[in-house]
């Protein structure tokens, strides 16, 4: 679909949707301007969803309502120099965590927020979503937030607590 397309598909009116979510795979690997854009000019809110690993555009900085950021922790096999100060540059921008391991991840985050200068307050920190025990890795990763005095805000995918692993939640 071509950007109007796409923005011709959006309600408008007393059907309007207040916010519109870019995600799915990296939205930043295609060009979004014209479509940030044009949600714009129909009054919408923009969120764009995104890993952090590509600088937005200029126009993206100064359309994008929202930035929800999920880097990758060493976690997820690999390390790398978290490139994210052009957060700085935006209106409002939260970042998510997968959380693996508690005790080691929650350290790491902690490191990435200072190294960055973000405060605790925006970013969530979620269990990983494959994880069978779910329900589990949510309380544990409460409490060793809670009781190893990180402070941050805890996320959850609230389909895996309601249904588990079942297929099309």
Same mark, same amino acid.
């Given at each position: 679909?071509?950007?109007?397309?796409?923005?011709?598909?959006?309600?408008?009116?007393?059907?309007?949707?207040?916010?519109?979510?870019?995600?799915?795979?990296?939205?930043? #690997?295609?060009?979004?301007?014209?479509?940030?854009?044009?949600?714009?000019?129909?009054?919408?809110?923009?969120?764009?969803?995104?890993?952090?690993?590509? /600088?937005?555009?200029?126009?993206?900085?100064?359309?994008?309502?929202?930035?929800?950021?999920?880097?990758?922790?060493?976690?997820?096999?690999?390390?790398?120099?978290?490139?994210?100060?052009?957060?700085?540059?935006?209106?409002?921008?939260?970042?998510?965590?997968?959380?693996?391991?508690?005790?080691?991840?929650?350290?790491?985050?902690?490191? #990435?927020?200072?190294?960055?200068?973000? /405060?605790?307050?925006?970013?969530?920190?979620?269990?990983?979503?494959?994880?069978?025990?779910?329900?589990?890795?949510?309380?544990?990763?409460?409490?060793?937030?809670?009781?190893?005095?990180?402070?941050? /805000?805890?996320?959850?995918?609230?389909?895996?607590?309601?249904?588990?692993?079942?297929?099309?939640?």
């Amino acid at each position: 679909m071509t950007e109007e397309e796409v923005a011709n598909t959006l309600p408008l009116g007393d059907l309007a949707v207040p916010l519109v979510s870019i995600t799915g795979g990296e939205p930043l #690997l295609q060009n979004l301007d014209q479509l940030v854009l044009m949600a714009k000019k129909y009054s919408h809110r923009v969120l764009v969803e995104t890993n952090g690993t590509i /600088r937005p555009s200029y126009t993206l900085l100064e359309n994008v309502d929202i930035w929800s950021v999920s880097p990758k922790l060493s976690n997820a096999g690999f390390v790398r120099d978290f490139g994210l100060e052009w957060l700085q540059d935006t209106k409002s921008f939260y970042i998510k965590l997968v959380i693996t391991n508690p005790r080691e991840d929650l350290v790491e985050a902690k490191t #990435l927020c200072q190294k960055l200068g973000l /405060r605790r307050g925006d970013v969530f920190v979620q269990p990983d979503g494959n994880r069978p025990d779910y329900s589990e890795a949510l309380a544990c990763l409460i409490e060793q937030n809670l009781h190893g005095g990180f402070g941050f /805000r805890v996320g959850l995918q609230l389909q895996r607590v309601v249904w588990g692993h079942k297929r099309g939640t």
